[in-house]
């Protein structure tokens, strides 16, 4: 008899997929922890990643703050394909098992690009959830809900370049609750583009690492070797050399 598991595609078959394709798969093709390939595949197929080729004549990445960069990543190009959004945060829950095996009573990302998968994980893990909203300047808040004395808060970021959100979105939870707060001993991300590999001493634990480099712009070598600054938005067929 053929099993659900017979039928499930392996990651030779991921990695030749189109678009059409991946948006057809579905959380139960992934009994299995996801390859860095597949994974990459799947991101570059949703115009989600871009890494410098290393071809001098090829541009490279400005950032929204003005510094260049050799990688660009926008996670939310996955993510709003509610399937795939699905199947990342069933790898991270793989991850979160590996690591942990303690109740968590409640997942929060941050407002707002952590919100969809921060969902997508409570929801597999039967757990409250809920997203820290932006408060003045850079400050994430907690302001709806109590979590109560007992309850086990485990944080979920789509994307972490420095532990800054993270950091941001404690902070809130532990300011607007009136009970102290109780962490799991680790932080899911799905994409890691950082070389912090803990916080507040429990690890962070990814699906997807990149070694994806930053430089003020009068310090870049890209820049000296005569490499155009695009921003990748506004400039990602040109950047990826599609169009």
Not at 79 to 90: P, T, V
Not at 140 to 146: A, D, H, P, T
Not at 162 to 172: A, K, N, P, S
Request: proline fraction near 5%; aromatic fraction near 8%.
């Amino acid at each position: 008899m053929t099993t659900e598991l017979d039928d499930a595609p392996s990651p030779e078959d991921v990695v030749r997929m189109d678009l059409a394709a991946l948006r057809n798969l579905n959380l139960e093709d992934f009994g299995r922890d996801i390859t860095p390939a597949e994974l990459r595949h799947i991101f570059e197929t949703c115009d989600a990643l871009w890494l410098y080729s290393g071809n001098p004549h090829a541009p490279h990445a400005e950032l929204t703050s003005g510094k260049c960069s050799n990688g660009f990543v926008d996670v939310l190009r996955v993510l709003k394909y509610s399937n795939l959004c699905e199947i990342m945060a069933g790898q991270l829950v793989r991850r979160l098992r590996a690591y942990y095996d303690g109740k968590v009573d409640w997942v929060i990302g941050s407002d707002h690009a952590g919100a969809t998968l921060s969902y997508a994980v409570a929801a597999q893990l039967s757990a409250q959830h809920d997203f820290t909203e932006k408060g003045e300047g850079k400050s994430q808040v907690w302001k709806r809900f109590v979590i109560e004395p007992n309850e086990v808060v485990l944080q979920v970021e789509e994307l972490i370049t420095t532990t800054g959100t993270l950091q941001l979105v404690r902070e809130g939870i532990r300011a607007g609750n009136p009970n102290p707060v109780t962490f799991a001993p680790l932080s899911l991300v799905l994409v890691h583009r950082s070389d912090v590999y803990e916080f507040e001493g429990a690890p962070i634990v990814s699906a997807a690492h990149y070694d994806i480099q930053t430089w003020e712009p009068w310090s870049c070598p890209l820049c000296r070797r005569g490499s155009e600054r695009l921003r990748p938005k506004q400039n990602w067929a040109k950047l990826t050399s599609r169009g």
